[in-house]
């Protein structure tokens, strides 16, 4: 095939990017992934970081994932947040347009929410003491007290992220096809545990529970929650371990008819449960504390320098 230059041609519901090294990557069209071969022989860049290696070869991943064949002693470089400006909202840093914001205030029962409309762009929402912008490094900042307004279906605040559509309508797909939710963050302090991403049950049943939850504990342990049913209890299953202040990254994704987590590039599969075969489902991402008391100081501060939907 006869390279093109800065090229991108679709085909089949796909992105085909041809870059100027000749080299060819395909993704999703839609996906969020823009991937590109550097000059380099075998780098490969994606949204996470960059995978150099004379031997590899293979696909961009997502936030912080290596690539398809850069495993093993392969390099895997992160990206940095340079590109996030700590002079904008939010909005202006992250594709808030397909986002519900949940507050931690308003009437008891009926939590504060902010809509889409009013998220995105650089003039976009931001709360000075729940949702901001970090001036020195630009992350996307969470606070989330242990005091705060809950829903009547959970006993803990949240400064929470909801999937919606980009007509502005609640997200709720069906597990058929490939979803995932990319990305990279750190925990600056959490009194007990966090809960930083969720797959939520959506329409087709009366459940309120998740499908799974993705939790930081104090001790820096990274625990997935799996749901053992539509009525509920979980199956929990520790990950990994990250110091408390480091920036890590995570891929919740449902592929194949399974659920897949990534976290710092190491993936693992479990089954989904038949009885969730009957729901439909949408990504929550943020600081769910999973604590609560009267103190307004005590409480999980999240910050995200990567967040991206997919789907396909």
């Known amino acids: 095939m006869t390279a093109e230059n800065g090229a991108t041609r679709r085909t089949s519901g796909k992105k085909l990017v041809i870059a100027a090294a000749g080299a060819m990557m ?26 150099a290696d004379a031997a590899s070869a293979g696909t961009a991943g997502g ?14 470089t992160p990206l940095s947040s340079a590109a996030l400006d700590p ?8 594709d808030l347009s397909v986002w519900e914001l949940q507050l931690p205030i308003g009437s008891p029962g009926s939590p504060t929410t902010i809509p889409p409309s009013r998220l995105k762009g650089a003039n976009g929402y931001t709360n000075p003491a729940y949702f901001w912008t970090d001036k020195n490094d630009g992350s996307m900042t969470f606070w989330d007290p242990e005091s705060g307004v809950t829903t009547p279906n959970s006993n803990y ?17 069906s597990l058929s096809g490939t979803h995932r939710l990319s990305a990279r963050l750190r925990i600056v302090s959490v009194t007990s545990n966090v809960c930083v991403g969720q797959i939520h049950l959506g329409s087709g049943g009366s459940s309120t529970k998740p499908l799974l939850e993705l939790y930081y504990h104090s001790n820096g342990d990274i625990v997935l929650g799996l749901e053992n049913s539509p009525d509920g209890g979980q199956t929990l299953h520790t990950l990994a371990n990250v110091a408390l202040g480091t920036q ?42 999973q604590s609560a008391s ?9 910050k995200f320098y990567a967040l991206t939907v997919a789907h396909g």
């Open 248 to 289: 890590w990254s995570y891929i919740i994704a449902i592929t194949g008819g399974r659920i897949q987590i990534t976290v710092n590039g190491s993936t693992t599969s479990y089954p989904i449960a038949s009885g969730f075969n009957s729901y439909h489902q949408y990504f929550k991402a943020g600081d769910y504390n």
């Open 63 to 76: 936030a912080g994932v290596r690539p398809n064949g850069c495993a093993g002693d392969r390099t895997w």
């Open 26 to 51: 395909i993704a999703a069209a839609g996906s969020g992934v823009v991937g590109t071969a550097a000059a380099s022989p075998r780098q490969i860049t994606g949204p996470g970081g960059t995978c």
């Open 87 to 94: 002079t904008v909202s939010p909005g202006g840093n992250f």
């Open 294 to 302: 009267d103190s307004t100081s005590k409480g999980a501060k999240v």
């Open 157 to 173: 605040p949240r400064s929470e992220l909801r999937e919606m559509n980009a007509d502005g309508s609640a997200a709720d797909w």
